[in-house]
C-alpha cells in the first residue's frame, strides 16, 4: 500500500511538472523533444516499483564482468599494439612525404643542382625536430635562401633546418648506401 502511495504521489508531482514545463514553451521542434522526455519521466516514475522488485544484486547475476577480465586485457593489448604500428607508419609516411617536399623546395632554386633531404620527428606527436638539407650548388649563399624557402612554405621554425653543401659524390655515396643496406 506504501509503494502504492509513493506511485501516485510521484506521479502527481511529475505530471504537474510537465503541465509547467508545457505551458512555458513555445510551440516548435523544441516543444516535441520536451513532451517525449517528460513522457519518459512519466514512463519512469511509474515502472519505478516494478523495478524495485527486482533487487539490484539480481542484475549483476545476470553479468559476471570478472569471467571476461583477461580476454578483455587482451583485445585492449591487441588494439594498443595496432594503434602503436598505424601511428608509427602513419609518422613515417608523413616523414617521407615531408622530405619529398622539402627537396622539390630545394631544388626549385636554380643554384641547386642536387638536393638530399632527412627528417627527424618527434615519435609522439609527429612534430618536426631537425631538418637536415644537403644540397650540391653553385654558391654557397644559397643555403641560406633554401632555409628560409622551406622555412616559409613549410611553417617550419628556420632554427631547426640545417643546410650544407656537399659535393655530388657524397650525395650519390648515400643512395648507394641505402640501396646496397647499409
Known amino acids: 500500500m506504501i509503494v502504492l502511495k509513493e506511485t501516485i504521489g510521484n506521479l502527481a508531482v511529475v ?3 510537465n503541465s509547467f514545463v508545457e505551458l512555458l ?3 516548435g521542434t523544441l516543444h516535441r523533444f520536451v513532451r517525449l522526455l ?3 519521466l512519466v514512463l519512469l516514475v511509474i515502472l519505478n516499483p516494478v523495478l524495485k522488485l527486482f533487487n539490484g544484486s539480481d542484475w549483476g547475476s545476470l553479468y559476471d564482468s570478472s569471467d571476461y577480465a583477461d580476454q578483455t ?4 593489448a591487441k588494439g594498443d599494439a595496432l594503434a602503436q604500428t598505424l601511428s608509427e607508419d602513419a609518422n613515417d609516411d608523413y ?3 615531408l622530405e619529398q617536399q622539402i627537396k622539390s623546395l630545394a631544388l626549385v632554386n636554380i643554384n641547386v643542382q642536387q638536393a638530399e633531404v632527412k627528417v627527424e620527428l618527434d615519435s609522439t606527436s609527429g612534430q ?3 631538418v637536415t638539407v644537403s644540397l650540391v650548388a653553385i654558391d654557397s649563399a644559397v643555403c641560406q635562401k633554401v632555409r628560409s624557402t622551406i622555412a616559409g612554405f613549410m611553417a617550419i621554425d628556420e632554427g631547426i633546418i640545417s643546410c650544407s ?3 655530388a659524390v657524397d650525395i650519390n655515396k648515400d643512395k ?3 640501396s646496397s643496406g647499409e
Do not use: N, Y
Request: charged share 25%; hydrophobic share 50%; proline share 4%.
Open 95 to 97: 616523414r617521407q612525404q
Open 128 to 130: 618536426v625536430k631537425q
Open 25 to 27: 514553451l513555445p510551440s
Open 176 to 178: 648507394e648506401d641505402v
Open 165 to 167: 653543401l656537399v659535393d
Open 38 to 40: 517528460m513522457g519518459l
Open 15 to 17: 505530471v504537474l511538472i
Open 73 to 76: 586485457a587482451d583485445v585492449l
